[in-house]
């Protein structure tokens, strides 16, 4: 039982450690150059939720997201350190402690294309770890259709690294185009749905 319990608690340590350092990295980017979007039209043109556009990758405009994670994170460090020195809490805690972990990344509202590789909420992908990309058609059947009128039959771009994939709604061909153009610039291969290669 001891061995399940310190395999919990190197769990723990080890999630919000990754947690910490995809946050903190996606801060440091967010002061690199950003190449897409520029401008509040571009912004106005994609999107991390049908309903919202995106704000722009600054500190002001993410301030909110920013303390939220940030607090959210101390939370876990101190209920991890009460727990485990102080109160010795049972370790199923712990677990209920994590689940919220997984919804961080929604906590700040941006997508952007820096110097280096791509902002999506709170985590930085280098462009050297994006395996490939596609854009899906936001049809009847896709799970966003509905949401927003802004948002019907447009696209989601997919971005699949080697430990998941991430995504945007665009709004526009216009951006569809621009964002097409600078991921075929870093070389990153574009999958094609059978559909889309059917019209």
Known sequence: MELFILFIR???????????YHFILALVKMKQRIILPTSEKELAMIRKYPEKMIHAPTYTKQ?????????????MIIMFILGSYFLD??????LLFILPVFHLSNLLNMFAFTQDGVLCGARFVPWKK??????????????YYGFSKEVNDQY??????????????????EMKERLRFFLDQQKIAELHLEKDILY
């Open 10 to 20: 190197i769990l723990f340590v080890v999630i919000t450690f990754v947690y910490s």
């Open 63 to 75: 301030k909110n997201g920013i303390i939220m994670y940030a607090l959210f994170l101390s939370y």
């Open 89 to 94: 809490f049972y370790w199923t805690l712990y």
């Open 130 to 143: 994006i395996k490939s990309f596609e854009f899906v058609r936001i049809d009847i059947n896709h799970r």
């Open 156 to 173: 989601e771009l997919k971005i699949k690294t080697r430990s998941g994939t991430f995504s945007c709604i665009v709004t526009s061909n």
